[in-house]
């Protein structure tokens, strides 16, 4: 892989340098300073009996495995692995790694996809998952058999914004021989650091602030260390669920503006919150930067910042959420997150609707709740259209 990194090292940089310029230097035949877009699906061959670094595009491009190698260096890891979405990363990392017999402990408040694959795709192979809330240590203790052989952590948890302590996890999972495993979606690289917690392999939505433009879908999985990185790379080209050269060229896109774009989500999201706090239609506000978040102090030391998502309950039921989002202008209802743009989601209905009711209910997913994905407009735009937005349905005042 000499055309990539025979010229940055990524360990004497800081994040945003690593992002911009590692396994990203200019084009060797024109000059270009942006690598341009391998738009192929095969590759010449110097002769029958050997092939040069890239031969099929489901194999490896030169844009999939610049992306591969900046995640990989963003992270901290050895390795990563592009794929067309993050359920593609999470399906093809749980194939690769379990077989049938084998049982692994999610935490329970789990993006509605993930909890989709752990319930209706990977039981189906006797692959059995329990969900627990990972702030019970306890709990998470007792739920382990002698089948356990990973724990899944997503932290802040979608879309109630728990904390999950990683390092007390990925103690008790180095414990009893376990693998921890990482969604790192909501903090990006950028704020939270699992592999320097403990974590044994990293996945990703890059379709969300990695890309951070909403014009993307992709997933990666990151490893810390090689001891799965040939399982998982058979896995990658034989389940094929991998991304075109296109996509991965708008990924890299994206994370170079990183670091600037989550300093300004995560600075409208602590004053969308703290305004929300406010209103009197609004009856709980959940934000790790809020002093009063039962997790705030982890998040202060597990992550670089508090993200830009926030999640709130309306005084009234689903009949009061419909219309506050229908009274929106600047928050787009829409599913996913991560974006440039402000979104709002209505998560027991849409990004986690497929979970049974009762299972909803019990990890704190209510009828009555709103998840914000909080872009990076000015900030008085968008507490204006929330305040509109509530004033007018809830028939509050200020």
Known sequence: MSYFDDHFDASQSGFATIAIHSHQKPDPTTGAVIQPIYQTSTFAQ????EAGEFDYTRCGNPNMNALEGVL?????????????????????????????GDHIVSCSDVYGGSFGVFDKILRKYDV???FVDFRDMAALEAALTDKTKA?????????NLKLIDIAAVAKLAKANGLLTIVDNTFATPCLQRPFELG???????????????????????IIKDKRY??????????????????????????????PIRMNAHQQNAMAVAEFLKTHPAVDQVIYPGLPEHPDHELAKRQMNGFGGMVTLTIKGGPSE???????????????????VESLVCYPYKMTHGSMPDDFKLKTGILPNMLRLSV????????KRDLKQALDVVVGATV
Request: glycine share 12%; charged share 20%.
């Open 46 to 49: 110097e002769t029958v009996l």
């Open 229 to 258: 990185e040939e399982v998982l790379f058979m896995h990658q080209k034989l389940i094929g669920a991998n991304p075109d050269p296109f996509a991965c060229w708008l990924a890299l896109r994206g994370l170079k503006t990183l």
């Open 72 to 100: 990989a260096d963003l992270e901290g890891g050895v390795r990563g692995f592009a794929f067309s979405s993050g359920l593609g990363a999470l399906t093809t990392l749980t194939t690769a790694l379990f077989k049938p």
């Open 321 to 339: 959420v419909v219309k506050v989002t229908q009274a929106l202008k600047l928050f787009t209802v829409a599913v996913s997150l991560g974006g």
């Open 128 to 130: 059995q998952t329990d």
């Open 151 to 159: 724990l899944h952590v997503e932290t802040p948890t979608n879309p």
């Open 375 to 382: 872009g990076i407009e000015d900030i008085d735009d968008l």
């Open 199 to 221: 974590a044994d392999i990293v996945w990703h939505s890059t379709t969300k602030y990695i890309g951070g433009h909403s014009d993307v879908v992709g997933g990666a999985i």
